[in-house]
């Protein structure tokens, strides 16, 4: 079945520390993104990508970066964590931005 | 700036009640609109989207959306709901073109009472 996963689901960081999240799909969608959700701002974009190689500043793309290796593969890195990056952030893949398949989420937490 | 609006942030129904959730949206150009349901703990999945044609567009479980140009909304009804729909539900605007990105409403939490 056609899913977009992610990893890890849960993970604890320190300040100042690197943090990579990964997401794999398995949809064939050219598109993927990354979102982070918080109380009171909804879902906002961090970064995308039109396949591999390629990679777009979202809305919010201060303190992270993004790796599009493989159409399959999506990965957004943190290389200084600080606690204001405390949040749940998702994975979604689709062929156009109007509809769009998420992962289950990873909660990070850094202290 | 393309800008969604879920005027209601809670709606509580008990369960085999009518629901409706409002939308409403400002845009430049050609859009879609798109509905999207997030249980809780979950990512979110998505329900339906319009485009053109008919503004009455069916999605999964019974969920149905309407579009109206004239009050620029697309709201999303049941005609009974279940426990299991208990959610937040997101409207989603994102313009027509293949690279496009979509934005978000701030949800709607729809909590059903057995």
């Known amino acids: 079945e056609a899913a977009v996963t992610q990893s890890p689901r849960n993970k604890v960081a320190v300040t100042g520390g690197k943090v990579t999240l990964s997401c794999n799909q398995t949809?064939?969608?050219?598109?993927m993104y990354w979102y982070r959700q918080d109380t009171g701002h909804g879902l906002r974009l961090i970064h995308y990508?039109?396949?591999?190689?390629?990679?777009e500043k979202g809305d919010i793309p201060d303190g992270y970066k993004a790796s599009r290796p493989s159409q399959e593969n999506f990965s957004l890195i943190l290389e200084l964590a600080t606690p204001s990056q405390t949040s749940v952030y998702f994975c979604a893949s689709g062929v156009g931005g109007h509809e769009q398949y998420f992962g289950p989420g990873t909660r990070l937490t850094v202290l | 700036t393309q800008t969604v609006s879920q005027s209601d942030a809670h709606v509580t129904v008990f369960e085999g009640d009518s629901v409706e959730l409002r939308c409403n949206y400002s845009y430049g150009g050609s859009i879609y609109l798109s509905w999207y349901i997030q249980h809780h703990g979950r990512g979110l999945q998505f329900l339906l989207k319009y485009y053109s044609g008919n503004p009455v567009v069916q999605g999964v479980n019974g969920f149905e959306a309407e579009f109206s140009k004239s009050d620029s909304s697309f709201h999303l009804r049941k005609a009974s709901v279940h426990w299991s729909d208990s959610a937040v539900y997101f409207c989603a605007v994102s313009p027509s073109s293949s690279f496009s990105k979509l934005v978000f409403g701030q949800g709607t939490s729809l909590p059903v009472v057995p």
């Open positions: 949809n064939n969608h050219n598109n």
């Open positions: 990508s039109y396949g591999a190689g390629s990679t």
